[in-house]
């Protein structure tokens, strides 16, 4: 009995051993061997942030700001959630809070209350914020999605929505996602309710209502999978050089930049579209990366360090052009992510872990940051 009780403690010290060496500790929410591996905390957070400053430190120098998606539940409920959001960052996006389901799910109503929420936490706490989404296929209301409307009442609806809610943040939101994800992969232009009522006149449309409605705000294209070259990002580009020559105030085209270890663009070719925008005259904004990290089978270690360097990756070449002006993720932590609700297995895709401690790739988004004033002959450095 004694012996057997001596091999029980003799292997659960040696596997506690093995934890702490590897410094990993274990997620019980999830089922996969692999993921309910989580990165550790204390001892990171040390090596971590005594190299550096928080990543909102270097934005002003860097001339760029430095984003987050912003889950409303966390931000109302989770106090350290709104501790690591203002110390790091100083752009918010409303994942969901300012789309039109969440705001207006009664015809004819408005509730502010989730959107007004995020201003506020933002204003007191110095921050921009990116207006998402004016116009969408994704994200409507039930009653606009049933509802029996002829183009006319869909484009007065539109319109009704845009001045509504860009007019209540007026000087408030600096810069809209006006338009989201309007292109397919094909380079068309992508069936929804509002193509189908106006045509592709709707983009030009919904431009021209937010700069009405703010003629200060800065005006961007979104959208996924156009980060590199290939049929969506020309079919973009021909778009906001046709909407530029027409005279439509379009001011930047934001890449998402939802990627996976194994699913990333050529990064050559995103340095050649984010050229060519700019040479258009516009701004290029990453507004929604994540690099998922479910797929393969790597050791989770490895797997944390090849999502570092993408991360790395994208923020140094952010920071070697002089047109792009934001650096954003889709959450910040692991713990609030919409990549399990979408792909139905766990995921780390974020730069803080599910206990907010950093990880591999904040640092290296950090170390990006430092390095601002070396890239690009320093000419976007500030001092
Ligand atoms: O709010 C309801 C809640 O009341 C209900 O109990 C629950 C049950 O499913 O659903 C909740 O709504 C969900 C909402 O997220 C909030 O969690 C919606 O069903 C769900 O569809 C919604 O998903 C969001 C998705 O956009 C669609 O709006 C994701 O969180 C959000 O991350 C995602 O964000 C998009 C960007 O806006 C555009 N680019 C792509 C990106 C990822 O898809």
Not at 253 to 260: K, P, T, W, Y
Not at 277 to 302: A, H, S
Request: glycine share 6%; charged share 20%; aromatic share 10%.
């Amino acid at each position: 009995m004694r012996s057997i009780t001596f091999g029980i403690v003799g292997i659960v010290a040696v596997a506690a051993a093995l934890l702490l060496a590897s410094r990993l500790v274990i997620f019980p929410a999830f089922g996969d061997p692999d993921a309910i591996l989580v990165p550790i905390i204390q001892t990171s957070v040390v090596d971590s942030l005594s190299g550096g400053l928080p990543l909102r430190a270097y934005t002003e120098r860097c001339g760029l700001t430095v984003g987050a998606a912003v889950d409303i539940e966390a931000l109302r409920n989770d106090s350290l959630y709104q501790a690591t959001l203002a110390r790091e960052f100083d752009m918010l996006t409303p994942e969901n809070a300012m789309k039109f389901r969440e705001l207006s799910p009664e015809l004819g109503q408005y509730d502010f209350s989730d959107a007004d929420l995020l201003v506020d936490f933002a204003r007191s706490h110095d921050m921009q914020v990116r207006g998402h989404t004016l116009v969408w296929h994704q994200g409507l209301p039930r009653w606009l999605q049933t509802g029996d409307f002829t183009p006319a009442a869909l484009e007065s609806i539109l319109l009704r929505h845009i001045h509504t809610l860009v007019g209540r943040y007026q000087g408030q939101i600096t810069l809209w996602d006006v338009v989201n994800e309007a292109v397919d992969f094909d380079g068309e232009f992508r069936d929804t309710l509002w193509m189908r009522a106006m045509g592709k006149d709707y983009i030009e449309i919904a431009f021209w209502a937010a700069h009405q409605a703010d003629p200060d705000a800065r005006l961007f294209y979104s959208d996924y999978d156009n980060e590199a070259l290939n049929a969506k990002s020309d079919a973009i580009y021909n778009l906001m050089k046709d909407l530029l020559a027409r005279g439509v105030p379009v001011d930047g085209v934001a890449f998402h930049l939802h990627v996976g270890l194994n699913d990333t663009p050529n990064w050559s070719d995103v340095q050649r579209n984010i050229q060519r925008l700019q040479d258009l005259g516009l701004e290029v904004q990453i507004t929604e990366m994540d690099v998922r990290i479910q797929d393969g089978n790597l050791p989770l270690m490895e797997k944390l360090a090849q999502q570092s360097t993408i991360y790395g990756t994208a923020a140094t070449i952010c920071l070697q052009s002089a047109a792009c002006t934001s650096f954003s993720i889709w959450g910040f932590t692991d713990r609030y992510t919409w990549i399990p609700n979408q792909t139905g297995n766990p995921d780390f895709p974020l730069l803080f872990d599910v206990n907010y401690q950093p990880k591999p790739a904040y640092t290296s988004v950090r170390d990006a940051l430092r390095a601002c004033c070396t890239l690009d002959g320093g000419a976007r450095c500030s001092n």
